[in-house]
């Protein structure tokens, strides 16, 4: 007998029924490093959302951190204070041999504690790989099978890897949906999560030619995906044990990413760096014509002579060409440096904490 059971809204205003995955809960606090493992994937989904640096690119990724070498991974992890990590692609099991290395070097290097969930279509699943899994230290293993594949899920569960599946809310699949939720409720899957379907700059095409919009208001988000998955968690409610989550675009942007930021902007940033609300890095910046390494520790010098600027405050981005600083200090000076450097431009910039410092505004002094 299934008792009923409610829908509530999670912390991060999510809805639920039952008990929330122990990945998700860590993601939600932006503790979980993304760890993309290889772009390549046996399916070729439709709706793959990866954009065309990773889709069917054999390429790793920490968080935005292009891998060069596996100390990457670690010290990435460390810049966020990562309480886990979540493996992805692409398919990780495309690459077994090197996901299995990476889980037993998050493992060794930060403990048993730190938890490692991983995603895969299934298609390369079987019990050695899965038994492997399980030596190496994976805690949760997520499915997003097609249906020729989900007796595969079986095998998973005679680990003790705790099992779940993953999907898009596809408006128009909530019979698949509720299928594949009795499948893993009746072969001791432990959840169920259910993603807003999203737009991307890959996918849009194939979404539109299919008659997919966009969700009024939303800059990604499917028309009619959360009522679809709203009707699974309501079916759930009254027809299954099993838990079901539904994971919002919204979420992904206005939580998950903004604690991740805020986690790695804590680590990374300057002294003369001020960190936003959401996580983004604020400071002002000097950027010659024509920058050389001459030109900017002789503008740093300046600065720092001319101007009474403690050192700590004043620092060089030899990469970006610019001379970084305080956002209030270019603000209040920003007349008497020009007066002082010629063919110079000054402003105030926001970027990422990230590695690849993606410039979100630049306003010009």
Not at 124 to 153: C, M, T
Not at 303 to 318: A, R
Request: charged letters at 30%.
């Amino acid at each position: 007998m299934i008792i009923m059971r409610g829908i509530v809204k999670t912390p991060a205003n999510s809805l639920l029924v039952g008990e929330l995955a122990r990945g998700c809960e860590l993601c939600m606090e932006g503790a979980k490093l993304v760890l993309f493992v290889t772009g390549m994937c046996d399916r070729r989904c439709y709706y793959c959302p990866l954009s065309e640096e990773r889709r069917w690119k054999d390429v790793v990724y920490a968080n935005e951190l292009l891998v060069k070498k596996e100390d990457d991974i670690i010290k990435e992890a460390k810049l966020m204070d990562a309480l886990g990590a979540g493996i992805t692609g692409g398919d990780p099991l495309v690459r077994p041999r090197r996901t299995l290395r990476f889980i037993k070097l998050l493992k060794k290097t930060f403990g048993k504690e730190f938890h490692i969930h991983l995603y895969t279509s299934g298609t390369r699943v079987n019990l050695s790989l899965l038994r492997q899994l399980e030596k190496a230290g994976l805690d949760e293993l997520r499915f997003h099978p097609a249906k020729p594949y989900w007796h595969v899920i079986s095998l998973a569960t005679k680990t003790k890897i705790t099992v779940g599946g993953e999907m898009p809310a596809i408006p128009g699949n909530e019979k698949q949906l509720m299928e594949f939720a009795k499948y893993l409720e009746n072969v001791g899957a432990k959840f169920l999560n259910l993603n807003e379907f999203e737009f991307s700059e890959t996918n849009a095409e194939q979404l539109k030619k299919r008659g997919f919009r966009l969700k009024e208001g939303s800059l990604a988000a499917v028309e009619g995906s959360e009522e679809c998955a709203i009707e699974i968690l309501k079916w759930a409610a009254e027809n299954s044990t099993i838990s079901v989550h539904y994971c919002p675009s919204r979420l992904k942007d206005a939580v998950q990413l903004r604690n991740r930021l805020l986690r790695r902007a804590r680590n990374v940033a300057k002294p003369y760096d001020e960190i936003s609300e959401d996580g983004l890095l604020i400071k002002g910046v000097i950027e010659p014509k024509r920058p050389t390494c001459t030109k900017l520790i002789r503008i740093r010098r300046i600065l720092i002579e001319e101007f009474d600027i403690p050192e700590e405050l004043v620092g060089i981005d030899f990469n970006k060409g610019r001379v970084e600083t305080a956002w209030c200090i270019v603000e209040e000076l920003a007349t008497e440096i020009k007066r002082l450097i010629p063919n110079i431009k000054i402003g105030i910039v926001e970027e990422y904490p990230t590695a690849d410092r993606i410039l979100i505004s630049y306003n010009p002094l």
